[in-house]
């Protein structure tokens, strides 16, 4: 499970062939880096984010597990060199438009675009998706680690009455 925050390009997004060359240039401007084969980047604490970019094209995904402030420049850094809009799948979803965006959303999506909400670091971006990506951590947990809703055995009950632990 990961907690998926998917840049979408804009108006202004790099053209197709340079668009690796461009997140290239974003993560190393982070002390980041992408792994062999491709597919995760390294930020330059050791955390890491897997990216899917399909086509090759300007935006993707980022699948995150964790949201450490380097993952969130590593993510802030390649949307500024793409020119893409940050748009993390949250309630109540805002995206967010970098320093360096210039550019309107997709047409296509024009009418139903959520409504764009400038950031000017990447702090300020952790400040705005940090609820959401607690609710998320929140589900996941529990998806991954269910209670235990089944009434206890009679030997669990037996156990833990000769070991003090009440049922």
């Known amino acids: 499970m990961s907690f998926d925050i998917f840049l979408i390009a804009s108006s202004a ?14 993560l190393a401007s982070v002390g980041g880096r992408e792994t062999e084969p491709p ?5 330059r604490d050791g955390a890491d984010v897997e990216f899917y ?13 964790g949201l450490p ?6 993510i802030v850094a390649v949307a500024e060199a793409q020119k893409c809009f940050i748009l993390p799948v949250a ?3 805002q995206a967010y438009r970098t ?7 997709p047409s296509t999506q024009a009418d139903g675009f959520p409504p764009i909400v400038a ?23 529990q998806v991954v680690n269910p209670a235990d809703t089944r009434p206890p055995s009679l ?8 070991f003090g632990k009440a049922n």
């Open 119 to 141: 950031i000017a670091t990447p702090r300020a971006l952790l400040d705005e998706i940090n609820a959401g990506f607690e609710a998320w951590s929140d589900y996941r947990d």
């Open 99 to 105: 320093p360096g965006n210039d550019g309107d959303p």
């Open 69 to 74: 402030l380097s993952i969130v420049e590593l």
């Open 155 to 162: 030997l669990g009950r037996l156990f833990g009455g000769l």
């Open 39 to 43: 597919g995760v980047f390294v930020a």
């Open 13 to 26: 997004s790099p053209m197709p062939t340079q668009a690796s060359e461009a997140v290239r240039r974003a």
């Open 91 to 93: 309630e109540g979803m």
């Open 53 to 65: 970019c399909g086509d090759g094209g300007p935006g993707g995904m980022f699948a995150t597990h």
